[in-house]
């Protein structure tokens, strides 16, 4: 297995002119770019996997580096301005001729493709997505959304039978709200049981809706509010509801942007009870996240700083990059790329977590409640890892794609096979 | 008992003492060995808790509810909050209080204290939702007898909100005892709700007669489903007349409904409204009465809203917890100094270099908001930050008809008011508001009756600039505390200013209500974003006919 990797590996180099200069100019060490926002609105959830990847940095130099070199990590702040994302990534590959690079936003896509670099995205997307230049280690709607609202229709998540989809208005939102209302109508929920609401960015004044949703939920079936709302808004919507005497028993809110980062600034007493899904959370009892949660906080400093699902996802693609390029015994990036495919990590909540072709990882969920420290209650799981989905099955005109990076597809959207013999 | 207490004579007391004690004396084995059975039957269904399966969990529950025991109500109550944790050790299952890294254990059966363990030593029992809704039911069951109004209501309600099998009969028992006339209205309606499908015909009548005089959205839907068809054709309500009669109701109470679905808007847009005033007040002095487009406002607000945070941790270090809610009083003078600093700061070491120069003030001012929001970002993270809603500012007051006005919000609408009516009268009654009156109507001639222009700026700005400090304590109890704070508010202040008339305190007043209850009576119809849109073109059509917006100033202050 090993050493037909290196073939492959050699067969990279040798084709791939642009990153062998790269392999010139950092002789001595290896150097993994970071792409996260330090300033800007983004900043709340990025500053932390900017420290992360420190860490992570850190701990591998500790163990002696990787191909006998140090790594060297180079820290750019693209301030949360979507243009400057493109801009400080074509810096990171051309200029500082990074590795690799762990960031967020995928609007910096083309400048991967076209500069043939690596990049590590560990946060939860709309899918309908998958290039040879990324890796996604954050969660597909197959592992976040779906699960959820399965959990919820059970009869352990309360039986639910209406359902608010409540979002921010961006693609993330509208294109899982899209994929979950297809998932809701193939379950046999009726039209008028599906409330669909979009809110503007930083929408602060929850008054009308969460009437709206108190009106739509005495109709007399329990009624569940799937939000996609973006991270911090959701502060306001929570406090509203509680405000206006709505439990999280009689109307469950199941998040996907809120995690202990997001909670961690807030007071928690009232939101007790409402679920997120992730595919991590810090409170889960394993001997593996303790130990990483100790170094963590040894490395920070503080032994406040949360832990949180983002941060898990780079964890675990850190790993396999490492592992890979151990492997390929390079950090060119067509050689580790062929490296990754199936490359195995320990996830921290137990299982193992699979690199797969289509560039996304298997990973189990989890379905938590908020509980009064800001931390979560695991009240279900998957029994195994669930491999991500590319292409949602539940939107026709993507269920017919496939994703797979690997002879004989090749190809990131195709209905057929790129060589195929036949 | 206490009534007739006072009619027995001392003497006589001491000899119904020792009597008592005579009898407990003959009991106490039998009762000793009840007890001894109490306790392992509690043991038992407790022990039933502390599994893995949600099921099992549930089943353990409702056996707890029916031991009956006040024990099991304490156990049931710390399981919903959290508080009920499996000791590793030997399976037993404790409650535990967190004494911050340390866990005080207790029995729930003995009531004893079982000394302390750490998180490792002990897995905490999860509830989910439908298990606390399920608490919620047996807990309202066992607290229908209790001797508090209060939490009488209370068990009607859950009772009500997660109805068993055994439901009807207990709420029928409790009505048969209640002397509470509200609670009493209360239980008849329950019943009623729970009796519309009974097979006696009298029965679903009486109930539909009851549930009639309503006002609750649930009862209409309740009544809805009395209107539909089964699956087989045939129809849920089988008399024709009774049908007749549901249909009317639900006809009454969807009137009654628009009602009060007209006064909610209301309420909502006046409560917006009080925001956008509270945003925009600040502004009305930089921007309306001094001119300076002044971007870093909404910056001002956010250090507000930080002083909020500061003084809450300064509260929770040094004072007793019963102080501790009335920090938000103490914020007030705080935040407005603060950011009255900052505003005198702002104007001293920028704005007064580029009066008369709008488009370099509005990017000086971009930029200071930038570094403001970096520096707080430096100083405080970025993360949010706690600020806790004190005890009396929490909850919502039901005024019927599924509306309700959450507390916090009349005490916002209030405090609106309240500083926009101080700053009017600082205005115009004070010397520094007439100074500052002068100045902005004539500069050339305050100047030359000796009044120091340039400090009258510098203190209008700080004014300005304070007061926007002091709109951040109150929104720091309804929105996120974060560096990004300021900026959700400064289009909308903008907005509310331009429209109202720019250097008109009235024009502020009207234009941020009027906005508040349009935009609260468009949302319903279409949605928050086009509402949004739609408000946005209204104002723009409006200012193409207005463009000194609705309370313009007159006279030659208005050419200045």
Known sequence: MKSGFKTIAAAGVLAGSLAFSGMAQAADTIKVGILHSLSGTMAISETALKDVMLFMIDEQNKKGGLLGKQLEAVVVDPASDWPLFAEKARELIEQHKVDVVFGNWTSVLPVFEELNGMLFYPVQYEGEESSRNIFYTGAAPNQQAIPAVEYLMSEEGGSVKRWVLAGTDYVYPRTTNKILESFLKAKGVPAEDIMINYTPFGHSDWQTIVSDIKSFASAGKKTAVVSTVNGDANVPFYKELGNQGIKAEDIPVVAFSVGEEELAGIDTGPLVGHLAAWNYFMSVDAPENEDLIKKWHAFIGDDKRVFNDPMEAHYIGFNMWAQAVEQAGTTNIDAVRQAMYGQEVPNLTGGIAVMNTNHHLSKPVLIGEIQDDGQFATVWETDGVVVGDAWSDFLPESAKLTADWTYPWVCGNCEKPKYVTN | ?560
Not at chain 2, 268 to 284: D, H, P, T
Not at chain 2, 462 to 479: E, K, N, R, T
């Open chain 2, 1 to 560: 008992m206490s009534v007739t207490k006072k009619h027995v004579a001392p003497r006589c007391r001491v000899v119904i003492f020792s009597i008592l004690l005579a009898l407990l004396a003959i009991i106490a084995p039998g009762e000793a060995l009840q007890a001894q059975q109490n306790d392992a039957a509690l043991q038992q269904a407790l022990a039933g808790l502390n599994v893995r399966s949600f099921k099992d969990k549930t089943a353990a529950v409702v056996a707890l509810g029916e031991l009956g025991d006040a024990r099991a109500v304490v156990a049931l109550e710390a399981l919903t909050e959290g508080r009920l944790y499996g000791r590793k050790s030997d399976q037993t299952v404790v409650i535990a209080d967190r004494d911050d890294r340390i866990y005080k254990l207790t029995d729930p059966v003995s009531g004893a204290a079982l000394g302390e363990a750490g998180s490792r030593d002990i897995k905490k029992i999860v509830a989910n939702n439908k298990l606390r809704g399920i608490i919620r039911g047996v807990l309202g069951q066992l607290a229908l007898s209790s001797s508090d109004p209060g939490l009488r209501l209370a068990a009607v309600e859950n009772v009500i909100a997660s109805p068993t099998d055994g439901s009807l009969a207990l709420l029928k028992r409790a009505r048969d005892r209640e002397t509470d006339v509200g609670i009493r209205a209360k239980l008849e309606t329950g019943i009623a709700t729970l009796e519309l499908g009974a097979d006696d015909i009298t029965l679903r009548r009486a109930a539909v007669s009851r549930l009639a005089d309503g006002n609750d959205p649930e009862i209409k839907s309740l009544l809805e489903r009395r209107l539909l068809k089964n699956s087989d054709g045939s129809f849920v309500e089988p008399d024709d007349a009774l049908r007749a009669a549901v249909q009317d109701a639900v006809d009454d109470i969807n009137d009654r409904l628009a009602l009060f679905g007209l006064a909610e808007d209301l309420i909502f847009g006046i409560s917006l409204g009080s925001v956008l005033l509270l945003a925009a007040i600040g502004l009305a002095i930089t921007f309306g009465v001094m001119g300076v487009i002044n971007m870093a406002h909404g910056e001002m607000i956010m250090l507000g809203a930080y002083t909020t945070f500061v003084v809450q941790e300064i509260f929770r270090a040094t004072m007793p917890a019963e102080a501790f809610g009335f920090y938000l009083l103490a914020s007030i003078p705080a935040a407005f100094v603060v950011a009255a600093a900052f505003g005198i700061l702002i104007e001293r070491g920028c704005i007064r270099f580029l009066y008369g120069r709008p488009l370099e003030t509005l990017l000086a001012t971009w930029g200071v908001s930038l570094i403001l929001q970096q520096m707080v970002r430096s100083i405080f993270g970025a993360n949010n930050r706690e600020v806790a809603n004190p005890d009396w500012i929490s909850g919502a007051i039901s005024i019927g008809g599924g509306v309700s006005v959450t507390v916090n919000r009349v005490y916002i609408v209030v405090f609106a008011l309240v500083v926009v009516a101080a700053l009017a009268a600082f205005i115009r009654y004070s010397r520094f508001g007439l100074q500052m009156r002068a100045v902005t109507q004539n500069r050339g001639m305050a100047s030359s009756m000796g009044i120091r222009t340039g400090q009258v700026d510098a203190l209008t700005f700080a004014l300005g600039s304070g007061i926007a400090g002091v709109a951040g304590v109150a929104l720091s109890q309804i929105s996120n505390v974060s560096p990004n704070l300021g900026q959700n508010f400064i289009v909308d202040s903008f907005m509310v200013v331009v429209f109202g008339g720019v250097g008109s305190l009235w024009g502020t007043i009207v234009g941020a209500f009027g906005l508040g209850i349009v935009n609260k009576f468009l949302e319903p119809v279409s949605g928050a974003i086009l509402g949004k849109v739609v408000v946005l073109v209204i104002i723009i059509l409006f200012i193409q006919k207005r463009p000194r917006g609705l309370f313009a100033l007159k006279g030659r202050a208005a050419e200045g």
